[in-house]
T-cell receptor, first 115, second 109 residues
Framework: TAGITQAPTSQILAAGRSMTLRCTQD?????MYWYRQDLGLGLRLIHY???????GKGEVPDGYSVSRANTDDFPLTLASAVPSQTSVYFC??????????????FGPGTRLTVL | GQNIDQPTEMTATEGAIVQINCTYQ??????LFWYQQHAGEAPTFLSY??LDGLEEKGRFSSFLSRSKGYSYLLLKELQMKDSASYLC??????????WGAGTKLIIKP
């Protein structure tokens, strides 16, 4: 089982360009998340989706958009990249239970550099 | 605001025991996670505590005191492969995960 895959592994992007980071999971988890991880900071939630067809804003949503057309895919789009979006991006998924226990499983990450 | 504090870096010797502390102030509490993250890799789940006390899982144990807003991860019989960052995360009242910045653990021979 692949679990969660992300593409690309790394990317260098010119400022002002757009880009979509891809995330696919095969665990049939209902919830998915996008985080960014910067040196010295904890994982920060960008956007999340508790079920297909719904999305929500996290702690740092500005400059990013997401969609959740189906259970498996949760792409993250940067409409017009800026250097401050240079980071490592992790996609995660979890199977939300009625009790709300939320063990999240992570993809391998995408290292994005915006110049 | 919500805050999770962990030491930035710790050093320990192979074969020894190390305790990594985590204190938190969050709006509500619905559980606490510890994750391990090797350099350049994704975080992986280690443990989950929701009730007070010690949860043991092989060489790793995790402790929680909700009244003190405190948890620790205890690693025994340290191995070189345990060199990694250890992330503490708390589920708040909105069932969102709040992450600490992580503790980088360096194991020396």
């Amino acid at each position: 089982t692949a679990g969660i895959t992300q593409a690309p592994t790394s990317q260098i992007l010119a400022a002002g360009r757009s880009m979509t980071l891809r995330c696919t999971q095969d665990m049939r988890h209902n919830a998915m998340y996008w985080y960014r991880q910067d040196l010295g900071l904890g994982l920060r939630l960008i956007h999340y989706s508790n079920t297909a067809g719904t999305t929500g804003k996290g702690e740092v949503p500005d400059g990013y958009s997401v969609s959740r057309a189906n259970t498996d895919d949760f792409p993250l789009t940067l409409a017009s990249a800026v250097p401050s979006q240079t980071s490592v991006y992790f996609c995660a998924s979890s199977d939300l239970t009625s009790a709300g226990v939320n063990t999240q499983y992570f993809g391998p990450g995408t290292r994005l550099t915006v110049l | 605001g919500q805050n999770i504090d962990q030491p930035t870096e710790m050093t320990a010797t192979e074969g020894a025991i190390v305790q990594i502390n985590c204190t938190y102030q969050t709006s509500g509490f619905n559980g606490l996670f510890w994750y391990q993250q090797h350099a350049g890799e994704a975080p992986t789940f280690l443990s989950y505590n929701v009730l007070d006390g010690l949860e043991e899982k092989g060489r790793f144990s995790s402790f929680l005191s909700r009244s003190k807003g405190y948890s620790y991860l205890l690693l025994k019989e340290l191995q070189m492969k345990d060199s990694a960052s250890y992330l503490c995360a708390v589920i708040d009242s909105n069932y969102q995960l709040i992450w600490g910045a992580g503790t980088k653990l360096i194991i020396k021979p």
